[in-house]
């Protein structure tokens, strides 16, 4: 099964358990807090729990450069190689994924070359596989919340500062980032969500989906909103900066077949460019949802500024912003 039947599986999956959802309940672990399927998760399962989940953290830094070279640490054993005195980069992977997906090793080598991180790897394959349909969506408040509590472990015993800490999640993962965040009350300095994942997410409650309200800065790039067979992403602004490439529709060199996971992919293809320096994607402010479908956006001025990538948190412009891209990598005009 590929991963746009097994998505629409899941999402069915979803409907027809909540339609049989008379009564919700809420379940509560120990160090994590609790979670609901009562109103405003009144569409999702509870999730599984911890142990079926199996959440695993992979710490990196420039030390263990390798990709086997990591240190396995936990908030039970937080180890030996985090240092308080480096930035702290979350990496997450989205459903039917592992921490082995390219993309997640191909940001911490690069930002690994930029400066000595400490970049912590998240691996929650046991609650993303399709095993875990139909639960996977809300498994990732389970997640976020097994991240606040690493933080918070690192913060007490190593001296860890929330607002060091930049959280970076693809598709499934881009709403795990946000319900870590939510743990933490808002005190994360930065999080970044590359399209993420729609379905049940797509709801008004910023409860239930990665929100500005998550990190100190919020962007959120949209690549696969509108696109002709499973756009997968979410179709609302959350951020404080919101880019839609192309209109978040069918990406410039995507084909209709493929379409959807290309579209999908470009997320992290245009962070990972623009974090190469083989990029600069500069947005066009938008004063509405129609002009950014439109794209009839102007071009900045000033204050309004604001490029898709690393730099965003630089750049002064705040809101909703159209960016133009090209069918040959590395995508840019």
């Known amino acids: 099964m590929n991963w746009q039947a097994a998505f629409v599986t899941v999402l069915l999956a ?5 339609v049989q959802q008379e009564n919700c309940s809420t379940e509560c672990y120990e160090n994590l807090g609790c979670f609901t399927n009562c109103p405003p998760f009144n569409l999702f399962t509870l999730p599984e729990s911890p ?8 710490l990196y830094t420039r030390d263990t450069p390798g990709l086997f070279d990591f240190e396995l640490i936990s908030a039970e054993n937080p180890g030996t190689l985090f240092e308080a005195r480096r930035e702290t980069i979350y990496l997450v992977h ?6 082995l997906d390219q993309w997640v090793h191909d940001f911490r080598e690069t930002f690994l070359q930029l400066d000595d991180y400490n970049i912590i790897v998240v691996d929650w394959e046991g609650g993303a596989g399709i095993g875990s349909a139909p639960f996977s969506s809300a498994n990732v408040q389970v997640v976020g919340a097994e991240m606040a509590h690493l933080a918070r472990v690192l913060n007490e015993q190593r001296g860890l500062q ?3 800490v930049y959280a970076i999640g693809y598709s499934m993962g881009g709403q795990v980032v946000g319900h870590f965040g939510k743990r933490l009350d808002g005190q994360v300095g930065r999080i970044t969500s590359l399209d993420p994942a729609a379905g049940l997410f797509n709801s008004d409650s910023p409860e239930v989906r990665v929100d500005s309200s998550d990190a100190a800065f919020v962007e ?16 609302r602004d959350a951020g404080h900066v919101d880019f839609w490439p192309n209109s978040g529709n069918l990406q410039p060199g995507c084909g209709v077949l493929n379409g959807d996971s290309c579209s999908h992919e470009r997320a992290h293809i245009y962070y990972l460019a623009s974090l190469r320096g083989l990029c600069v994607y500069q947005g066009q402010p938008c004063e509405t949802f129609e002009d950014m479908l439109e794209a009839t956006c102007p071009a900045c001025n000033g204050d309004n500024c604001q490029v898709l990538g690393f730099d965003a948190v630089n750049q002064p412009g705040r809101g909703r912003y159209y960016v133009e891209v090209t069918s040959d990598y590395p995508h840019c005009v």
């Open 14 to 18: 979803h409907v027809r358990l909540s």
């Open 51 to 58: 142990d079926k989940i199996n959440t695993h953290f992979r």
């Open 94 to 99: 989205g459903y039917l994924s592992t921490w």
């Open 162 to 164: 929330y607002s060091d």
């Open 220 to 235: 959120v790039i949209h690549t696969n909103v509108f696109s002709p067979l499973v756009p997968v992403g979410m179709n």
